[in-house]
């Protein structure tokens, strides 16, 4: 390499001249070339990597005023507004605005419900992560789950906060064997205690009801009570454990029920006979109101009015009891929505915050506020010109709902808080 500088300089004769013009814009071109490969393979992603942080991030961006400070919670609002505010929210993020319980799932699919937990982790009073599974194995049961229990995302949450963690166990054993052998219900309340126990949990949030329904077990007398008492039984068994990190307040237990679907009680509905009978041994009761509509029948995800006949159906007094125990009730509020595939085609699915983020960006749409069932909604019409409705939880609907549980007296349960938008936080 020393020989070959050397030549390049040489100061004799024409030749050398031209050899050294030469050599000199090899070396220009080389320059030229390296700022190439920095600004491409450097610079380059770089900024890219930087507007998909901007563009996608998750963390929120504090501001001194809440939402209801800067007028956003209002029927009339356009989709430039939500673009540009949603991932503002209160610095102020351990001010409770709703006093009821707040239960919170979140799903291990969707990371996103992990970090909104710790960061608005005084909004809640209950997080529920969707863990486990209760299953037959062969004459025999199993717990599945633990591989997706986060033992330092607990340890996180209850250096900072105060809210109870229930993991959702969703019951998938065979009800016929389950309900009707006493060493089954024995050994199913065993492996969810035991569970809790040994993961440190403050007790469970059960899924079971809808499973039942579909075995068509509900509509048997006999069989509908056999449920009833093993919710009772596990209720008893987690009372009489503490919690670990506070002797004085017993395990949980709260029950997933969902709504009924016509103006009266069918016989695999949940109703207010079940709610006073269960009433002392489950602690909460999370009540899915959400998913009014569907793909075949698109629409709103939960209209208001049918929200309120909900409560009044399971909610009435029944013989010579009271009104149903209101202060159980965690009505469910919807932080996903529905993109719904109309003329030229039909299906369609829910959609989390993102989704519906990319859509205002791309399809620019307007929003309009429906009245009847208190949602907003827009149109658009894809590549294919396949035209779509898209219903998607607002500040002002959420914030309609949120009054409606007050005036009964209700808790809320989310599904799920990895799904919302970052605003939304603001209202809790």
């Not at 949603?86 to 319980?101: A, G, L, M, Q």
Request: one cysteine or more; aromatic letters at 10%.
């Amino acid at each position: 390499m020393g020989k070959k500088r050397d030549r390049r300089v040489t100061p004799s004769s024409n030749k050398g001249g031209e050899q050294r013009v030469e050599l000199g814009d090899s070396a220009s071109s080389n320059r030229r070339l390296a700022i190439i490969f920095v600004l491409f393979f450097v610079v380059s992603p770089a900024i890219s990597v930087l507007v998909y942080r901007i563009k996608y991030a998750t963390t929120t961006n504090p501001t001194d005023s809440s939402v209801f400070q800067r007028g956003l919670v209002k029927a009339n609002v356009d989709f430039q507004e939500i673009l540009a505010e949603n991932s503002k929210v209160s610095e102020n993020t351990s001010h409770r605005h709703y006093t009821y319980p707040v239960l919170a799932y979140i799903t291990p699919w969707n990371s996103k419900g992990y970090e909104i937990a710790k960061r608005f982790n005084s909004k809640f009073t209950h997080l529920s992560p969707v863990w486990y599974d209760l299953k037959s194995q062969g004459t025999g049961l199993i717990l599945e789950g633990r591989h997706n229990a986060d033992v330092g995302w607990i340890s996180e949450l209850r250096r900072s906060g105060d809210a109870w963690v229930l993991p959702r166990v969703v019951l998938e054993a065979f009800p016929a064997e389950l309900l009707t052998r006493k060493k089954q219900r024995d050994k199913a309340i065993k492996l969810i205690v035991t569970e809790c126990k040994d993961m440190g949990y403050d007790g469970i949030v059960l899924e079971a009801w809808s499973r039942w329904a579909a075995y068509g077990i509900l509509h048997d007398p006999e069989m509908r009570n056999s449920a009833l008492q093993f919710i009772k039984q596990l209720g008893h068994a987690l009372h009489s454990l503490s919690s670990a990190r506070n002797d004085k307040q017993q395990l949980q237990l709260v029950f997933v029920i969902g709504p009924p679907h016509s103006d009266k009680l069918q016989k695999h509905d949940f109703g207010p006979e079940d709610l006073q009978s269960l009433s002392n041994a489950v602690d909460g009761f999370s009540l899915m109101t959400y998913d009014f509509s569907s793909p075949q029948n698109p629409g709103p995800n939960a209209p208001l009015k049918w929200i309120h006949s909900t409560l009044q159906l399971i909610l009435r007094p029944t013989g010579n009891s009271a009104q149903g125990p209101a202060h159980k009730i965690f009505l469910g509020i919807n932080f996903y929505g529905n993109d719904f595939v109309l003329a030229g085609g039909s299906g369609g699915g829910a959609i989390t915050g993102r989704d519906y983020l990319s859509l205002l960006e791309k399809h620019r749409p307007l929003l309009q506020w429906e009245k009847k069932s208190g949602e907003h909604l827009f149109f658009y019409s894809n590549d294919d010109n396949i035209k779509h409705s898209v219903f998607y939880p607002s500040l002002l609907s959420i914030s309609m709902r949120l009054e409606e549980a007050r005036s009964w007296g209700c808790g809320i349960s989310i599904w799920e808080i990895g799904q919302g938008l970052d605003y939304f936080f603001d209202l809790l």
